[in-house]
């Protein structure tokens, strides 16, 4: 069944598990992402509970719990109920590895969902803990390097990331892997190195066609819709945005959903071909349009007022781009010290 999921057959994953008669925790986990990644994100939600309350050891437990918060962040964009579950969760738990995969998932999922000061304690909570096992360490390696990439410590994060590959092939865990492959290609994306960010788009892309993890397939043709927009070429930034689009259309990823939808529509405005908001497009792209709507002499004001709401919120790798859609339309009295400062 588990192997059945990686292939994305979630039917046959769904047929294998029904048959067994004890499913396991880690059974029903599975059953979890059959549902979930073909978008019965209801009955997603029913075996998520199910598998928590089969869990009988303390590594059982978090393995569910993970999988339930995983969905309510990252799928079902109830962030704030998955907080307050990892937080019950993490008040049962006695074994230090255990704690550290709670704080590092929370941190990951707050970080993922725009909730900047709760994944920085998280953090600091992973990172402060003694792990023995592979999977524990995974999960501090993970908080640490969106934490630094989040953070603007760019050159610091390669080296988290690094160990993070290593411990993801090691484990065999394809969707941590392509999460660090994520970071990797925005730490050189926002330090301006494109070429080596544009490099790790184009390895994942063209291992697409085999990749365990479908939603990534719509981030990293949305990073490359965004890289060929900063080098100025815009029909391929709206080809691989629309592509980025149709791959999104397929996941139930709110968050790679919202990435691509927002950029393509900010491309679109840019090239002055106005489209209809789309309800599940990000905060970021949605306000990145608004701003390119408005006459010059009222963006810097908005500008400063969105970046403003974005540091608030928690979005620090995002906010400064907020600001420069004033910037590079003229004078910014407002939005430049508002960059500059973040």
């Known amino acids: 069944a588990a192997v059945a999921v990686g292939r994305w057959e979630n039917r046959l994953a769904r ?3 029904a048959a067994m008669q004890r499913p396991t925790a880690a059974d029903l986990v599975q059953l979890v992402w059959a549902h979930a990644n073909d978008g019965e994100l209801d009955a997603a939600q029913v075996v998520a509970d199910r598998a928590f309350e089969a869990a009988e050891t303390e590594a059982e437990r978090v393995d569910a719990g993970l999988a339930r918060a995983e969905l309510w962040c990252l799928q ?4 704030d109920e998955g907080y307050v579950q990892l937080g019950a969760l993490r008040e049962t738990l006695t074994q230090p590895d255990q704690l550290a995969r709670v704080d590092g998932a929370t941190a990951l999922y707050m970080r993922m969902t725009g909730k900047g000061p709760l994944a920085a304690a998280s953090t600091a909570a992973a990172t402060a803990t003694d792990v023995t096992s592979d999977a524990a360490r995974l999960s501090v390696v993970l908080a640490d390097a969106f934490g630094k990439v989040f953070g603007g410590r760019f050159d610091a994060a390669g ?3 690094l160990e993070g ?5 090691r484990l065999a865990v394809p969707h941590h892997t392509v999460r660090l492959g994520i970071t990797d290609a925005l730490r050189h994306l926002l330090t301006g190195e494109l070429v080596r960010s544009r490099e790790v788009v184009d390895r994942w892309l063209r291992l697409a066609d085999v990749s ?6 719509a981030v990293w043709l949305g990073l490359g819709a965004q890289l060929a927009s900063f080098e100025g070429d815009f029909a391929r930034a709206v080809l691989r945005g629309r592509e980025a689009v149709r791959a999104a259309d397929h996941v139930d990823d709110i968050g790679a959903g919202g990435f691509v939808r927002g950029e393509l529509r900010a491309v679109l405005i840019e090239l002055g071909i106005d489209t209809e908001p789309h309800p599940g497009e990000s905060p970021l792209g949605r306000a990145r349009a ?6 010059a002499d009222r963006v810097d004001a908005r500008a400063a007022e969105l970046t403003s709401q974005a540091v608030e919120a928690g979005y620090l790798l995002w906010a400064p781009w907020l600001g ?7 004078p910014a009295p407002t939005s430049a010290p508002l960059v500059a400062e973040v």
């Open 15 to 17: 047929r294998l598990i």
């Open 76 to 79: 079902l964009g109830r962030s």
């Open 159 to 161: 080296t988290a990331i």
């Open 165 to 169: 590959y290593e411990l993801a092939e």
């Open 212 to 217: 365990l993890v479908r939603p990534a397939h």
């Open 290 to 295: 608004e701003l390119r709507l408005l006459p």
């Open 324 to 330: 420069l859609e004033a910037v590079r339309r003229g």
